[in-house]
């Protein structure tokens, strides 16, 4: 009886913190931290890859939150794109959808990988050079992996998800890319000693 008890208080207290950090008043508060947090969790799972492979030595916190500010970022993007998105288009017909899907991957998929390597160039202070040569290497390789497997995230995202769950949705799904983005933004290029040889 206690234990149900016990159990019944803390399905309260997660219903009155969920009703309070997806309301409207605390929403972006509430997808800034999911963006920050799981940008964070994906580069630390990175970096244990990169160690287990012996390409690190050892974790690096500094990268690890370079890679959270830059979800934090591409967080406040997400949080209003999705919102104009839903006013514009506020229909879940599949016609609806797929415009939708269109848009984020035609407009907003640039202007997210473009606001990421903006907000890690600032942070690691590159200069103008360093910037377009990392921006001109990478970003194609990582839009060219969006278009894998977001348009069918985003159908379920705007076919099923609600709006208010939208962000959410979309860095659970973007653990995994998130894993993939640190090792892209952080892959070392070969260096002309080795590939002579």
């Not at 009703?19 to 990175?46: C, H, P, Q, W």
């Not at 287990?52 to 050892?58: K, R, S």
């Not at 907000?119 to 894998?148: I, N």
Request: some cysteine; aromatic content about 18%.
């Amino acid at each position: 009886m206690f234990r149900r008890a016990r159990w019944r208080r803390v399905l309260q207290g997660v219903n009155r913190w969920h009703s309070v950090a997806f309301s409207k008043r605390y929403l972006l508060y509430t997808n800034l931290g999911i963006s920050f947090s799981l940008s964070m969790v994906g580069d630390t799972m990175e970096q244990a890859y990169e160690r287990y492979l012996g390409e690190i030595d050892a974790w690096n916190g500094t990268r690890t939150l370079r890679m959270g500010m830059g979800g934090l970022t591409v967080g406040v993007v997400c949080h209003y794109w999705y919102q104009y998105l839903d006013y514009r288009y506020p229909n879940r017909t599949i016609r609806t959808v797929m415009r939708k899907i269109l848009l984020d991957q035609i407009i907003c998929s640039p202007f997210y990988i473009t606001v990421f390597f903006i907000t890690m160039g600032l942070l690691e202070r590159q200069s103008w050079e360093e910037f377009r040569e990392e921006v001109m290497e990478k970003a194609v390789v990582l839009y060219m992996a969006e278009w894998t497997f977001w348009p069918a995230a985003q159908f379920v995202n705007f076919f099923l998800i609600k709006p208010r769950y939208r962000v959410f949705y979309d860095n659970s799904m973007s653990l995994g890319y998130d894993i993939y983005t640190s090792g892209v933004k952080y892959r070392k290029k070969p260096s002309l000693e080795n590939t002579v040889k």
